[in-house]
């Protein structure tokens, strides 16, 4: 079992920057991957970024550029920086760890409970 708790969620305007941070814990860490995922009002989640044990990431091509993920595996816990937020940045942020791609689609085992993310306009 894994558990995650996300933090760092916020508003801001368009253009700003915000740092989302998980902690996990009941498991090995450093050898899961771990990524974030997010969901807007009226639409399904969908994937953001992920960071594999050795480092390797991947992003969703609306984020490439803007968002960084990183991952301290000594302090147990992965990053997201969020630079030149846009409002359709906007959504409930979910960390989320053992990631594995179905096809094209991204999945994983383990959840957090999620934080807001509000990018204004």
């Known amino acids: 079992q894994v558990y995650l708790v996300e933090s760092g969620g916020g508003s801001v305007q368009a253009g700003g920057s915000l740092r989302l941070s998980c902690a996990a814990s009941?498991?090995?860490?450093?050898?899961?991957?771990m990524g974030w995922f997010r969901q807007a009002p009226g639409k399904e989640r969908e994937f953001v970024a992920a960071?594999?044990?050795?480092?390797?990431?991947y992003y969703t091509d609306s984020v490439k550029g803007r968002f960084t993920i990183s991952r301290d595996n000594a302090k147990n816990t992965v990053y997201l920086q969020m630079n030149s937020l846009q409002p359709e940045d906007t959504a409930v942020y979910y960390c989320?760890?053992?990631?594995?791609?179905?096809?094209?689609?991204?999945?994983?085992?383990?959840w957090g409970q999620g934080t807001q993310v509000t990018v204004s306009s």
């Open positions: 009941g498991r090995s860490f450093s050898s899961s991957r």
């Open positions: 960071i594999w044990t050795g480092g390797l990431t």
């Open positions: 989320a760890a053992d990631l594995f791609r179905s096809g094209s689609t991204w999945r994983a085992n383990y």
